[in-house]
């Protein structure tokens, strides 16, 4: 069913026909000067935790729709088909037993510091790209290239012409002998600076972090003609902030930006209908999307899963990851990559899509 945006049912009232009761849809717009606190720290229950529950009796929680955190079954099968149709390719991006698969990181510096730690495949110890590198499962046609860049927020990715896009050619690729056209897989990690409107108002940041998120999927299809496949992934705790960059309930929103975006293409596929926010993500033009490793935890009381993010996870400003919070991040992307079925079969030496 699809998800309407607070904003269209303030435009549009006869759109309630068609949205109410839907469970992750708003229930309701608050008026003008009259809108909730933001939620304490204290509310915010993981995603995977949350399940079929509301957060602030609107948003259903779960990764996928029904409060589920696997994808639908037709969904994960359209993975797979993209996942299929990834290969080696030359510089051209013909099909090249010789050539490369690029699986490339895009960002923020948050991004950047649990992918890899600087541009391009020099690594730090305890990032993904230092854990995939001495792992022998990889596949040895993968080149795991970090594009992620400090300071760059989902606003500098959202158009193809963006000077963010021209530094991932110049910069992370080139060096290495790889162009724009080998690049057929994405992690995509972003947020947005100092964000001030919380859920549920009707400018809150979590939609507008939708709509760029949407914008950035199609600006990297257009940048990058073979990307397959796309996986997302929101932030860690926030909790700990001591700076106003992305603190708590922020962190924690986007994940429901995340979630809404490839509920978006999920519905798109199912209905034809265009999620108002997140824009045409139509599956035979774009990248499949999914979630990636969800990251978020309620701080050192953790989640179910037995994962926690304390204060020795983070750097002094409570925001950036330090080597531990690193090293977790790091290991929940190789767990990730070498056991979803989507980029286990490219990802791991050996295996086929098919």
């Given amino acids: 069913m699809p998800r309407c945006h607070p904003i269209l049912i303030l435009v ?16 309701g717009v608050d008026p003008p000067g009259e809108e909730e606190p933001p939620p ?42 993209n996942a299929s149709r990834i290969r080696p390719l030359d510089t051209a991006g013909r099909p090249d037993p010789e050539g490369k698969v690029v699986l490339l ?27 995939a590198e001495a792992d022998p499962r990889v596949d040895g046609d993968l080149v795991i290239v970090n594009g992620a860049q400090g300071g760059q927020d989902a606003r500098d990715w959202d158009r193809p012409t963006a000077e963010t896009y021209d530094v991932v050619r110049d910069r992370a690729l080139a060096p290495l002998g790889l162009s724009e056209t080998q690049v057929q897989v994405v992690w995509l990690k972003q947020a947005h600076t100092r964000p001030t409107v919380a859920l549920p108002s009707a400018s809150a940041d979590a939609f507008e972090l939708e709509r760029d998120l949407g914008e950035i999927v199609r600006a990297m299809a257009a940048r990058w003609p073979n990307l397959r496949l796309v996986f997302v992934s929101s932030r860690t705790y926030g909790g700990y902030a001591t700076i106003p960059l992305n603190p708590e309930p922020f962190a924690y ?60 996870d983070v750097q002094a400003d409570g925001t950036h990851p330090a080597p531990p919070g690193v090293e977790k991040v790091g290991a ?13 079969c490219w990802f791991v030496a050996g295996l086929d899509c098919d």
């Fill in 253 to 312: 929103e986007s994940g429901f930006a995340v979630k809404w975006l490839v509920e978006a293409q999920i519905e798109q596929t199912h209905t034809g209908r265009i999620d108002p926010q997140a824009g045409d993500l139509d599956l035979d033009r774009l990248p499949w999307i999914g979630w990636g490793p969800y990251l978020w935890t309620a701080g050192s009381e953790g989640r179910s899963d037995g994962l926690r993010w304390t204060l020795a």
């Fill in 332 to 344: 929940l992307l190789l767990d990730f990559f070498t056991t979803d079925p989507v980029p286990r």
């Fill in 40 to 81: 304490s720290v204290t509310d915010l229950v993981p995603l995977t935790d949350l399940e079929t529950g509301l957060y602030l009796g609107r948003y259903p929680g779960g990764l996928y729709p029904g409060g589920s955190d696997a994808p639908p079954a037709d969904h994960r099968a359209a993975g797979l088909a």
């Fill in 105 to 131: 990181s895009v960002g923020m510096s948050n991004t950047s510091h649990e992918f890899c730690g600087s541009l391009g495949v020099d690594c730090s110890a305890g990032t993904f790209g230092a854990q």
């Fill in 12 to 27: 549009l009232a006869v759109a309630w026909a068609a949205c109410d009761g839907l469970p992750s849809s708003p229930i």
